[in-house]
C-alpha cells in the first residue's frame, strides 16, 4: 500500500504541474481508488482534488508518533514574591515613554525584594540581549527562572560576556550628565522654593530646549523626596509661556518615576 500511495503522489505531483487540460489525474486502483470513485467528481479538476485529499489523508495516516519527549525539569524556587500586577504596567510604560527609568526600576525591585514578573521575563531578556550588565539584572529579578528559560531559549541569552560584569553593578543606577549646579540647586534644604526657581527658570526659557536632556537626567535622578514638589511647580508653569512644553514633559517624567517608587513599595 505504502509503495502505491507513494507512485500514486508523484503523479498526481506531475498531473498537477501539467495541468488537468493537458493530462487526466491518474487512474487509481484497490481502496484508495475506491474512496474517490464514492465522491462526485465529474470534472477531472475534481477527480484531482480528491484524489489529492485522499492520498493526503493516507500518506498522514501512515506516519508514526516519535517517541515521547522526556519531561522538562521545572526551574529551582524562588521565595520571592512576583511583583505587583501595576508594576508590570509600569515597566511596560518605562520601557515604552521613559527608558531612562528603567535601570531605576529594576534596581527598585532587588532592593525592595520583588521578583520579576514571568509574564515580562522574555521581553526584558530579548530587550537587552546587547547589554551585559542590564542583562545580568534582568537575570538576578528573574531568580532561577531566567537560567531555566534561557537554556529553553538560547536566542534569549546575552550576546555579551556575562564573566566581565560587576555584581556591585547590578544593584548600582548607571550615572546620567547633570551639571554639578542643577544638583546643587534641587538638592538645597528649602525644596518648594527650589524647585519652584527651576520651574521659573523653564517657564521663561532660561532654561529651554538646549538643556532637555539634561533636565531629563536631573529628573530622573534628583532624590525621590523633591518629586512631589517637583510636579507642583512644573504643573503651575503658565499655559502661554514659553517654557510649558517642557514643563509638561518634565513633570510628567517626575510624576512617573514618584508611582513607579510607590508601586515597588518594599515586600513583605
Not at 108 to 126: F, H, I, N, V, Y
Request: glycine residues 6%; aromatic residues 2%; proline residues 11%.
Amino acid at each position: 500500500m505504502s509503495a502505491t500511495v507513494d507512485d500514486t503522489w508523484r503523479d498526481l505531483v506531475t498531473g498537477a504541474l501539467l495541468g488537468t487540460d493537458r493530462r487526466d489525474p491518474p487512474a487509481v486502483e484497490g481502496p484508495l481508488g475506491d474512496l474517490v470513485a464514492d465522491t462526485a467528481t465529474d470534472s477531472p479538476s475534481e477527480r484531482m482534488l480528491a484524489l489529492v485529499a485522499a492520498c493526503t489523508s493516507v500518506r498522514r495516516a501512515g506516519l508514526r508518533p516519535l517517541p515521547p519527549a522526556a519531561p522538562t525539569a521545572p526551574p529551582c524556587d524562588d521565595q520571592r514574591p512576583v511583583c505587583p500586577a501595576v508594576a508590570i504596567e509600569r515597566w511596560r510604560h518605562v520601557t515604552t515613554s521613559w527608558p531612562v527609568l528603567e535601570d531605576e526600576w529594576t534596581v527598585t525591585l532587588l532592593e525592595r525584594g520583588w521578583k520579576m514578573s514571568p509574564t515580562m521575563l522574555p521581553a526584558a531578556l530579548r530587550r537587552h540581549r546587547r547589554d551585559a550588565v542590564r542583562h545580568a539584572r534582568v537575570v538576578v529579578a528573574a531568580g532561577p527562572l531566567a537560567e531555566w528559560l534561557i537554556d529553553l531559549r538560547p536566542e534569549l541569552a546575552t550576546t555579551r560576556p556575562r564573566a566581565t560584569v560587576d555584581p556591585a553593578a547590578l544593584v548600582t543606577l548607571p550615572e546620567l550628565p547633570v551639571p554639578p549646579e542643577l544638583v546643587e540647586r534641587i538638592g538645597r534644604a528649602d525644596v518648594d522654593q527650589a524647585t519652584a526657581d527651576l520651574a521659573g527658570d523653564v517657564e521663561s526659557g532660561r532654561l529651554g530646549t538646549a538643556h532637555r536632556a539634561v533636565l531629563i537626567n536631573l529628573v530622573a535622578r534628583v532624590d525621590p523626596g523633591a518629586l512631589p514638589a517637583m510636579v507642583r511647580s512644573l504643573d503651575a508653569v503658565e499655559p502661554m509661556a514659553p517654557g510649558h512644553p517642557l514643563a509638561s514633559v518634565l513633570s510628567d517624567l517626575a510624576r512617573v518615576r514618584g508611582r513607579m517608587l510607590d508601586e515597588l513599595a518594599p515586600a513583605e
